[in-house]
């Protein structure tokens, strides 16, 4: 996941310098007004699910131990809207955006009694409100980005003994932040291209996992890091 995650990092911090370098100085171009666009890119994340309480409410040597981390990456896609303001080369703004990720993660543990358990976790749609703000090098941008993030997740987790399997389900909206950065590059007065990394934490949570009565509580830590290309049309 670490080296992932530099290598992202890596990837907007060599555009932005790069980007920087062959730039003009100069406010030419007018980065002011509305815009919307849409984006898609490339994503991963890892969850670590801890044990809170367990279905049949005895307890057990599992309970606040790490039981699995499903590590998932996938495609995904949204759309985004937003308003920037220019004051000579500096640029800031708000941007609401909505995803649509192809993420889902599966892990599996042994519990104490020796029996086989599983997890999985399945983000749905990730919507994000941010302020960005960065430096204008006539038709490039360079810039950061921090706000919330809200997410759609649904969990399964299997378990129970031989011949007893249960099968629990259990689905929220979390309540996260989402941080960034990229370069953005106009290739008309109303067109322009950009490059986007995100990372998006979801926080730990306590998740009800359910079959009929029964119920299970994990805690649940997850973050997201992704890697976008989008287009803008500036009104």
Known sequence: MKKHTAVLLAAVFAAALATEASAQDGSAYDWSGFYVGGNVGYGFADSDWVLVNNASGHSTGDIGKTQTSPEFEGMLGGIQIGRNWQDDKIVYGLEAALTIPDLEGYGTWTNSSGYFRDASSDINWIASL???????????????????????????????????????????????????????????????????YSFTYLGINNTEVSEGGRTAVFNVDQGIHSLAVGVNYRF
């Open 130 to 196: 941010t302020g960005r703000g960065g430096m204008t090098f006539d038709k490039t941008l360079v810039y950061g980005k921090a706000g919330l993030a809200f997410a759609g997740v649904d969990y399964t987790h299997t378990g129970g003994q031989p011949g007893q399997v249960r099968h629990f389900e259990g689905s929220e909206t979390t309540l996260g932040v989402i941080v960034g950065a990229g370069v953005e590059q106009a290739l008309t007065d109303k067109w322009s291209l950009k490059f986007d």
